[in-house]
């Protein structure tokens, strides 16, 4: 009881600080968008920062295999930069080589701050010793990290998931994390075994701020996974004293969560509709009509902005098996018409 009386609102800011301890860094609010692959383009993601409540954001992750990172590449995952809402870039790699030099790059093209992928759960990259893999080694982990904060002169902050098949070696991999030099963790509060549809154990990001306090170098936790409406940002910083939250897939199904979750009103039908107009148009001038029409309906796969979808699942199904973006356009239209 006592922790969700002390409980910051989502709108409440948040700092972080870096090496340069002169230098920290300020998110507006504690709602940040999750870097999501195939999700969180620079176009998605300016489009859901505008609409406001976002206290910032990430790139998709960046792959570091076989060589660093160019300027060039990192500029088209970041996109301009943004005034008053801090946009990262988040890198991927299976060891320390490389990194230092990517890291390097991302700043000369704005990134304001960096963070590490330790919780990818695809297999492909699973099996390349990335992302959750990582979470059988914290001392891997720790050396990536302080490969990391060495290089930069910007915040670097790690993202984890509880574990791989169990969270028994969670407060190991925090307390590596922490130790490390990290200026911030984030917790998925799922197992790498457990598919998104698992419910998140908001039980574990709890447990990470504590071990988290306990270090001789504590960093502020940013909790993640199970955040379907703005409410649930509150209840997840209430329940588990955790300092932010991340939103992943609950801003994909609606983008206004970060609004509503700051106490802002819901979006509109008319709202929801010219979003996916927007961001349709966005595409198609980006990428072209191809990219356009997929991108939309991985949009309309799971989007419930505004009760567009409202006792209209069959419509849902049959625009999804649509053929043309025109069709996609004119479904959309009519149903923001007043």
Same mark, same amino acid.
Request: hydrophobic share 45%; proline share 4%; net charge positive.
């Given at each position: 009881m006592n922790q969700a009386l002390a409980a910051p609102p989502p709108s409440l800011g948040l700092s972080i600080v870096g090496r340069d301890a002169a230098r920290p860094l300020r998110f507006p609010g504690r709602l940040l968008l999750a870097p999501m692959e195939g999700v969180t383009d620079q176009l998605f993601r300016d489009l859901v920062i505008d609409l406001g409540g976002v206290g910032g954001a990430c790139s998709e992750f960046i792959r570091i295999s076989s060589s660093a990172m160019s300027a060039r590449v990192i500029r088209r995952y970041l996109g301009p930069p943004h005034r008053q809402v801090p946009v990262g870039v988040q890198f991927m790699a299976s060891e320390p080589t490389f990194l230092a030099e990517s890291i390097l790059a991302a700043e000369r093209v704005g990134a304001v701050w960096i963070d590490l992928n330790f919780g990818c759960p695809a297999p492909i990259v699973f099996s390349k010793c990335a992302g959750s893999a990582l979470l059988s080694s914290p001392e891997k982990i720790a050396a990536i990290i302080r490969t990391a904060v060495a290089a930069a002169s910007v915040p670097v902050s790690a993202k984890i998931r509880a574990g791989i098949a169990d969270a028994a070696r969670l407060d190991e991999i925090?307390? +590596?994390? $922490? #130790?490390?030099?990290? /200026?911030?963790?984030?917790? @998925?509060?799922?197992?790498? =075994?457990?598919?998104?549809? @698992?419910?998140?154990?908001?039980?574990?990001?709890?447990?990470?701020?504590?071990?988290?306090? =306990? $270090?001789? &170098?504590?960093?502020?936790?940013?909790?993640?996974?199970?955040?379907? $409406?703005?409410?649930?940002?509150?209840?997840?910083?209430? #329940?588990?004293? $955790?300092?932010?939250?991340?939103?992943?897939?609950? +801003?994909?199904?609606?983008?206004?969560?970060?609004?509503? /979750?700051?106490?802002?009103?819901?979006?509109?039908?008319? #709202?929801?509709?010219?979003?996916?107009? &927007?961001?349709?148009?966005?595409? #198609? /001038?980006? @990428?072209?009509?191809?990219?356009?029409?997929?991108?939309?309906?991985?949009?309309? &796969?799971?989007? =419930? /902005?505004?009760?567009?979808? =409202?006792?209209?699942?069959?419509? &849902?199904?049959?625009?999804?098996?649509?053929?043309?973006?025109?069709?996609?356009?004119?479904?959309?239209?009519?149903?923001?018409?007043?």
């Open positions: 925090v307390q +590596a994390v $922490c #130790e490390a030099g990290a /200026a911030m963790l984030t917790v @998925h509060a799922r197992l790498r =075994s457990q598919p998104y549809s @698992h419910p998140a154990t908001w039980g574990w990001i709890a447990q990470a701020k504590r071990t988290a306090r =306990s $270090c001789a &170098r504590p960093v502020p936790v940013i909790g993640n996974g199970g955040v379907e $409406c703005g409410g649930d940002a509150a209840r997840m910083i209430a #329940e588990t004293g $955790c300092d932010g939250v991340m939103v992943g897939r609950g +801003a994909l199904s609606d983008p206004w969560i970060f609004r509503t /979750a700051a106490g802002g009103p819901a979006g509109t039908i008319g #709202e929801a509709v010219d979003f996916a107009l &927007r961001y349709a148009a966005a595409i #198609e /001038a980006a @990428h072209g009509q191809r990219a356009a029409l997929a991108k939309l309906k991985q949009l309309l &796969r799971w989007y =419930s /902005a505004g009760g567009l979808f =409202s006792e209209r699942e069959d419509q &849902r199904q049959a625009l999804l098996r649509a053929d043309g973006l025109a069709d996609l356009r004119a479904w959309l239209i009519g149903r923001g018409a007043p």
